[in-house]
């Protein structure tokens, strides 16, 4: 366990120098700022307008539909641009840890290579929950003051963010290992995330234009493999909206995608030589 | 105690077609005793580098055994014991030396209260104490390999790796280099030591070893590989009146200066009777010496010699 921990911690210091962890939390820290600045220059009576627009005057709901329309206006560009600025951050650290010269000095100490995997996984996770945290965190206690709801669900975004991270890092850790380039396994989750995922969630409209059942067989044993990074973003909205959880099934299968990853970049490290 | 204790190691690089596999090491058995500098030569390709990586765990044997400290290789924790200097290392450019060194520490499982002092102590002997908090970016060539002397040794650990400890370093800083490897064999460390540089491996080692294309082709003390037995060099109080010595004039003398000759013998009793011969002829020995060559020429002669006999 302390391996792992020192790798994590060694993992962080290596994001952290690259940058763009930095330049996230200041966006978040600015982010934070305009949010700070607006709730305390304008009234909810001057926001209400905002969304009043099906002409009812019922307060208390308006109120309720502004803290969402403010949770959600952060949470969607959060779940996709954090996760992109996520993606290209990490993406270099097993391909960098992998070059000669580096990785005969980690491998010549007592750790073993699935604590360094885990250390290495670990690390980049923990960066990317600190940072979601830091942002989600801060909107949720400058709603609660202005607007009195303390309600949870906009920290259920936290996890919900971290968990379709670390879905896609176990992938780039595979590909890392597999190929030492960070460009194809950026590459590759970008695909998944921006392309695969969301013409997957559409599948169904894609079988009416192909009357075939092989087709529609492969399809959805794609959909099924791959993660659902897609749906992992609704459910976030979901979960901000309060509306909790309506279908599992792409946590779990995300959950399976991110176990077989992990495990096969376990073990292939293990075998390879350096 | 034998450290190092490896039997029949075989590696064999595959490639995709089989007759472009590589055959790093081929059956090679080695024994390294404790407190010993020793020294692993051989021209590029010879496997020298494979070797130390199958010690350490970052490449697999293909067969083989090997044991360090008494313990199989493949019982990682041993390595909490052992301190490598790998060829062409890279260090993490934004950490500081005492931030790696302490990285390394952690990582090799050593945690000793007075970590600090240690710290402090190792980068006044590899002269970087002005350096600890500088990054290492900004590191030169040889301050790397500084450093890198540095973290092999952190750990204080019993036997240490050294591929091609010099390397980059000029020759005040080999000079002190091989002091400070001199300094922890005193201290009953093992020092495994790969270099190009022969006329260093001379100057320290203890015993070395010879590989070529994976095979071991000479072992021995560097007093025992560098010493000719058939050639001596004899020193007279004058010089020779050659006709008159009839030994030496069947054995033939290599070479001459002054009162100073270099002759070949074939066996004891040939060297014992051009001695007796030039005591009854009234000349005065005063010195007989093996003559030696230097590693390196012992070294180039033994792989020309496997190449031709290869070919």
Redesign the interface.
Known sequence: MRNILTICNYTFREALSRKIFLTFFGVSSLVLLIFSLIFATVSIEDMLPVVNVNGENQVDNLVSELTIFFKTFIIVPLYGGGLFLSIFSVSSFIPNMLEKGNIDLLLSKPVSRSQIIWGKFAGGSIMVLLNVAYLVTGIWLLIGLKFSDWGMSLLYSIPSITFAFMVLYAMIVLIGILTRSSILAMMLTYLIFFIFSPLLVAREQIYLLFDSEILEFLIDSVYYILPKTSELGKITVDLVQGRGISDYQPIWTSLLFLILNLSLSIITFSKKDY | MHVINVNNLTKV?KARKRTADVLALNNFSLQVEEGKIFGLLGPNGAGKTTFI?IL?????PTSGTAEMLGKPIQN?????R?G?L???????G??NAEQILI??S????YYPSDLNSRINFLLHLVKMEKWKRVKIKKYSKGMMQRLGLA?SMINDPDVI?LDEPTDGVDPIGRKEIRDVLVNLKNEGKTIFLNSHLLSEVELISDEVAILHKGNLVQRGSVQELTTTKEIYEITLDKALVMESINAINETGIIERHGNKYTIKVATNEELNRIIDELRQNGYYFQSIVPKKHSLEEMFINLINDKEKNAS
């Open positions: 690089y990586k350490l765990g970052i490449t697999h990682y924790t041993i390595k909490a052992i490598y790998p060829e062409n290392h890279r260090y993490p934004y950490l990285y390394f952690k990582l090799s499982g973290l790796f």
